[in-house]
T-cell receptor, first 112, second 112 residues
Framework: AQSVSQHNHHVILSEAASLELGCNYSYGGTVNLFWYVQYPGQHLQLLLKYFSGDPLVKGIKGFEAEFIKSKFSFNLRKPSVQWSDTAEYFCAAHTGGFKTIFGAGTRLFVKA | EAQVTQNPRYLITVTGKKLTVTCSQNMNHEYMSWYRQDPGLGLRQIYYSMNVEVTDKGDVPEGYKVSRKEKRNFPLILESPSPNQTSLYFC???????????FGSGTRLTVV
């Protein structure tokens, strides 16, 4: 079955530390990948998406993600996190048809 | 402002009392979907709609109904709520799934 795995459920970082959140998907065909962010008490917002072309995707707020097809991965990165990046991050995959599959989420806490 | 509007934001109800959570979007999106969010499980799709009068089950449809009589509205109906339906519910819409979703603000439902 198609699935999206986020291996880190909780991450704690200090401000200015670098961030990398892992995401792996299981699907062998064409896939569109997304990262969403959910700030405390708010709805999900789209951070960035990979559709095709350059596998390094830049999103809002200094986030980027790299699509590595051979590893079925789409890891989210940020060189220097801020306290305001404290949130839950969801990786998602659209594999065609009418379904988008979400990972279980990673809670990031940034210490000031 | 382009948005997805859900109501109510919070709801506490008793087992068996029918309820409806409304969802409306002003972006003329054809695709709409309902998700529930539970800790450690991420977002799971309940139902989706590809257009007016066209709906289909997601991964966890049991105990829920939907309708799509107008393009902008996609209400979620719980005919006989049970405590295991206590969750955070999100409505989302999309012009095209490869572009990602716009989410509503969420409805926190508690069934006692």
């Amino acid at each position: 079955a198609q699935s999206v795995s986020q291996h880190n459920h909780h991450v704690i970082l200090s401000e200015a530390a670098s961030l990398e959140l892992g995401c792996n998907y299981s699907y062998g065909g064409t896939v569109n990948l997304f990262w969403y962010v959910q700030y405390p008490g708010q709805h999900l917002q789209l951070l960035l998406k990979y559709f095709s072309g350059d596998p390094l995707v830049k999103g809002i707020k200094g986030f980027e993600a790299e699509f590595i097809k051979s590893k079925f991965s789409f890891n989210l990165r940020k060189p220097s996190v801020q306290w305001s990046d404290t949130a839950e991050y969801f990786c998602a995959a659209h594999t065609g048809g009418f379904k988008t599959i979400f990972g279980a989420g990673t809670r990031l806490f940034v210490k000031a | 402002e382009a948005q997805v509007t859900q109501n109510p934001r919070y709801l506490i109800t008793v087992t068996g009392k029918k309820l409806t959570v409304t969802c409306s979007q002003n972006m003329n999106h054809e695709y709409m979907s309902w998700y529930r969010q539970d800790p450690g499980l991420g977002l799971r799709q309940i139902y989706y709609s590809m257009n007016v009068e066209v709906t289909d089950k997601g991964d966890v449809p049991e105990g829920y109904k939907v309708s799509r009589k107008e393009k902008r509205n996609f209400p979620l109906i719980l005919e006989s709520p049970s405590p295991n339906q206590t969750s955070l519910y999100f409505c989302a819409s999309s012009r095209q799934l490869t572009y990602g979703y716009t989410f509503g603000s969420g409805t926190r439902l508690t069934v006692v």
